[in-house]
C-alpha cells in the first residue's frame, strides 16, 4: 500500500508534466535500471516498484531544483518529495539496519533518477514549461 501511495504521490504530477508517454518510457526505464542493479550487483530479485518509484522520486527533484513547477507546486511537491523520502530512508535504515545493502540499492536508484531527471530537463525543458503551465502546475 505504502509503495501505492508513493507513486502517486509522485506520478500524478510528474505524468502530467512529463505526458503520459514519456512518464510511462521514464517509469519502465527507472525500473529496468533498478532491477538489473539489483540482481547485478545486490544479488536481489525483490526490487518490484520500489526500484522505479524511487528512480521517479530522483527525476522529480531536478524537476523542482529547476524551477519547472510554479512556486506552489515546487512548495508542495518539493516538501512532500522530501518528507517520504525522509520517511522512507529512515524506516528502512532502522529495518535493515544489518542489511545495509538495500539502502545503498535504493539510493542508487535514486541517484539514477536524479541524472535521468537532469537528462530530461536539459533536453526537454520547453515542453516541460509548456506542459507544466498548461495544468497549471
Same mark, same amino acid.
Given at each position: 500500500?505504502?509503495?501505492?501511495?508513493?507513486?502517486?504521490?509522485?506520478?500524478?504530477?510528474?505524468?502530467?508534466?512529463? =505526458?503520459?508517454?514519456?512518464? %510511462? @518510457?521514464?517509469?519502465?526505464?527507472?525500473? !529496468? &535500471?533498478?532491477?538489473?542493479?539489483?540482481? #547485478?550487483?545486490?544479488?536481489?530479485?525483490?526490487?518490484?516498484?520500489?526500484?522505479?518509484?524511487? =528512480?521517479?522520486?530522483?527525476? %522529480? @527533484?531536478?524537476?523542482?531544483?529547476?524551477? !519547472? &513547477?510554479?512556486?506552489?507546486?515546487?512548495? #508542495?511537491?518539493?516538501?512532500?518529495?522530501?518528507?517520504?523520502?525522509?520517511?522512507?530512508?529512515?524506516?528502512?535504515?532502522?529495518?535493515? @539496519?544489518?542489511?545495509?545493502?538495500?539502502?545503498?540499492?535504493?539510493?542508487?536508484?535514486?541517484?539514477?533518477?536524479?541524472?535521468?531527471?537532469?537528462?530530461?530537463?536539459?533536453?526537454?525543458?520547453?515542453?516541460?514549461?509548456?506542459?507544466?503551465?498548461?495544468?497549471?502546475?
Amino acid at each position: 500500500v505504502m509503495s501505492l501511495g508513493m507513486l502517486f504521490a509522485t506520478g500524478y504530477i510528474l505524468e502530467k508534466v512529463l =505526458g503520459p508517454i514519456r512518464f %510511462a @518510457i521514464a517509469f519502465f526505464i527507472c525500473g !529496468i &535500471f533498478a532491477n538489473v542493479l539489483g540482481v #547485478l550487483y545486490f544479488d536481489m530479485d525483490m526490487a518490484g516498484v520500489w526500484g522505479a518509484t524511487f =528512480g521517479l522520486f530522483g527525476i %522529480a @527533484i531536478p524537476l523542482v531544483a529547476f524551477k !519547472i &513547477f510554479n512556486k506552489k507546486y515546487r512548495e #508542495l511537491f518539493g516538501g512532500t518529495i522530501a518528507a517520504i523520502l525522509i520517511i522512507t530512508l529512515t524506516s528502512m535504515f532502522f529495518a535493515f @539496519i544489518n542489511t545495509l545493502s538495500y539502502m545503498v540499492y535504493y539510493l542508487l536508484t535514486l541517484c539514477f533518477g536524479i541524472v535521468f531527471g537532469v537528462v530530461i530537463v536539459m533536453t526537454q525543458k520547453q515542453f516541460l514549461l509548456r506542459n507544466a503551465r498548461r495544468h497549471n502546475i
